[in-house]
């Protein structure tokens, strides 16, 4: 079999199922078997020509899978082993990486900006049935028996990346936090804000199931901004303003929301990406005056992020399940798209089954 | 003797030395007589009612003096000794400061932007014959004999901001640090990277003087705004970005700039203070997309602290004192303000003496 | 009234319960009528004559109150109002306090070791009906109404202590952590390293009570040291060594047990108290070879350390009850020495109700 | 040409110059011409058969030299390049790397103690002609061209350790900084402390040579314990006790030492190897009472390391050649152990030229 199905993009609103030949693991490098991934907002950015990528380029970077092939130079591994993979995919020995900037990998001695993210975005994707793994040495993990593929699956972006909400702010132990929008990655920045002791966590967002689940991810106080006065109510609740916000959308209005809430000394945590023009609103950003933080994470990868995320889940300290709300089959994976674009039926996160 | 001579704030462009009854120490509070005291730029906002103080308010917020009174439960100083007064003045036992914001302090339970500023924001300040200083057993950091006036009088402000710019970041050994401005406050921040174990220090101004004096700081590449496309050799000097750019103007280009500048993963330290519009340059500040971090520091004060950068210049690491470009007595404050105002005369800092 | 009862120190093995004269509140202090306390480790050094304090003095040092008295320059207060007071006192404005050291308090220009911890060590202390709290604006932590006295109590101390145990590991999440002893401190250790985001929490005694308790309070997986190689365990769980090591109880056994535990790179949080001789295992410890870091903790005081242990109490992420296992009226506090002392009797905590 | 000339250990106190066959890059590797490199304190003890290496093994792991081979996958260099090494090797790609512990990497998904450190250790070194470099991609660090390889060579061990010394603790602007032995680690953690900002440093030692040396790199105040009481001394400078100590020879005296020195708070920095049994002071070392930090570096590695320490003498911020005090050619190389091993003519570090 020289061919397998993947998801081509081929511009804008114009992606398609298709049969291309497979992958073949070079030096350093290895191909999985992909046994369930899913789509990503970013993906969607992608497909509606928002965030640019190159025509002919297999989409998704969210791969569980079994390794089919490995290249000369990978050791401890075995074909057959369940592995899960980051969305980014350092290579461990540029300047970046052993600078500890592993998401800004550079594959080299220079720097380049989102050099971390490379399947689905500069190399093929994960959205087909087999997968070319980079630097896979420092990419594979494995997944323990007892964990199934869909407790795995939301590990390699959204939950790494919501989880780095917390940590890069950091939460300290009796933080009270605030967590702008409730989609997938503001759902695992409010259990990231949990899990690392936070004791006032506020989860706001304008949707009733997501404000719902956000109770359920560790939220003790959720805020519908379409019936509250959202600053008003976070200043007395906490007494005078959030330690941290984390704004995990990428609008002008969260990116606001998040700095006004925030006591002084306090820190943003920012997630979203913004594609619009930003606003600092300046009366609450006057730098010194307020002695605040701003700070950004691109999703930490790497296998040994991904086994500390795997051992949150096996030790039951985190369950992603509930937020995988519909299921699909790769061939169906245009349906899945449309569903995520319009948000609707509930929808929080697919698994793609190929 | 009752009274005292004072440079008291009357409106927008109207401040006027007149005699004014003389402060007493209350509970906890100490009485200095002023030896020695500057005008920072903040100071000029304030001329110029572009900061909001209630008139009637006596100015200044960097004191040199001698002690006048103790209050009562202020122990371990006596009356004569020459003390150092940080601009800011935290209180030590509010929830900010208890919580290491002694910057943002709020004198109670709640947070209070700007609070730990009082002396020449909210409370008598310090261009005057004698100073009320509020929480003294906190503030009052005595001189060694070794040192001059002179020597201690810009640590109360512009050094303690200066080096936080450095600090807040931090700067690492052999790091590639840029700084955006070379006034007071920016030749101290490259004095601060310098003092931090930066490797390539580049300091940036379009004014000759000011280069030249960031050379003598620390700076061993400056460029001139005017002359050369600082983005483009900043990028070539550092090989892709800086680890650290610190901002101490406050304007949308030496922001805008500094974020540009950026390797991905690198910090901004901004110390200025921003009083029109900001615009986010959102190709430069896409979120986690760039690992980026903001960092804004007021003023670190309180004993300690100006302990600590009275013991820099004792061992010789630090000295401020070519910053003094112009001395006055306090009688010629109109004058001082005016030309610090014109920043003519190649004028950096000014030395009052009441 | 001029007297109250109060537990008073005459000598090893020697206290009792007698009137003394009430205290009476000075500049910056305040008197609470205590309406509950509990009984500490260190007091039992104490009585035994381990740890030296001068005869006369009011053991005790974790009260529960109302304000009675409030002296001059304590704002924010009224009679009346319940607090917790940690059983660190800091003054807010010494060095050490000001360099964010509050345990180390040294009330004043200097450091002196163990200054922070006054009430029940160089002061009178809280085993009695009146308590004293010296630098009260810093000190007062009001309880929220919905918490009961005994949902507060062990806040002052063990909990504060056996949080920072995790906290300046610090523990991060997905890490591996070993509790050495499951003691009362062990335990909140335990809890704290489950707060903080750990996955695998391993709680060690030979004791099974307490190592029931451990489980409730976040433990995964519990050892008996009786029955089985801890070491090889250890190693045999974390795939190497535990990130971080906590050792909660001041023995030879303990301290190198943790040290050996630790994969290279791990840290070993050390809170027990040391009363002999201590080696250094040094295969375990050569210094640079192993990169390990010991870090040591004495409980953090201050009404924001006390108002943030209170906000995870009344959130519901953290709750000590179930530690306090036996109660006495403070004249029967010579009895629950006794049992505590013994450790008979499955006895944790103590609840003294003046 | 098939052999090289190199250092072969054969048992303790017998190791010989001798033709053995020359090493050959395979895949992820370099091999390179040795240009300049050194003896560390760690090849006596090799000598001596104080720590363990297998006979036959070429001993040595501080080189600078030339590129002579590429193996398959080592991209951005080319044959002739002039290069560094650290004499810590890391694979970037395994657990221990990916989790920032550069040094005790693992070379796989376990953890090992000083796996980092492999040349001269676990595989062939560096005092020989040619050198085969493992995980070539991430240790090759490009010299400039302005630099010698004598100003290069002791970046690779000794000055890596010893700022790490200052790193680790880490020192801040104005801390007072005491330095245990004047060694060449000693006194590149002096050139540390100093890089990073102390105001007071004080180094200690025995020896008039290292003495007059620990001023040049940095020391505003050097003790000879031969004359003086040196914990009275270093307690009457830093009014209560120093920041940080770092301790750079290993012996029960230093560390004591080095410990007692602290503030309370303060922070123990490690960089000797302790071959004999270590006693904890406890009366120093009681846990929790002290606030006390111990921390210990194995030589950071790695080419961007690498680059940052060369960018510091690029820059000119540090000098390393007045370190190097002896010449010799490899076939000389007894000698130089000889001379080295017995501390005589004001040796420091030698330049061994294969």
Partial sequence: MKT?????????????????SRPHAGIGEAVIRVTLTTICGTDLHILRGEYPVKPGLIIGHEPVGVIEELGVGVTGYKIG??????AVTPCGQCRACLSGHLSQCGHGD???????????????????????????QANLAKIPDELTDEQALLLSDIASTGFSGAEAAPVRLGDAVVIF???PIGLCATAGAKLMGASLIIGIDGDDTRLAMARRMGANVVLDYRAVDVLAEVKRLTGGGADVAIEALGTQQTFEGALRCLRPGGTLSSLGVYSGKLQMPHDAFSAGLGDHRIVTTLCPGGKERMRRLLSLV??????????ITHRFSLDEIPQAYQLFGERSDGILKVAIKP
Same sequence: chains 1, 2, 3, 4.
């Fill in 4 to 20: 397998m199905k993947a998801t081509v993009f081929h511009g804008a609103n114009d992606i398609r199922v298709e049969e291309v």
């Fill in 81 to 86: 082993d369940r592995v899960l993979v980051g």
């Fill in 110 to 136: 220079g720097y380049e900006a989102l050099g971390g993210w490379r399947i689905g975005n500069t190399i093929n994707g994960a959205q087909a049935e087999y997968l070319l793994v980079p630097s896979a």
């Fill in 181 to 183: 929008a409730q989609g």
């Fill in 314 to 323: 096996q030790s039951g300290r985190f369950d992603p399940t509930p937020l």
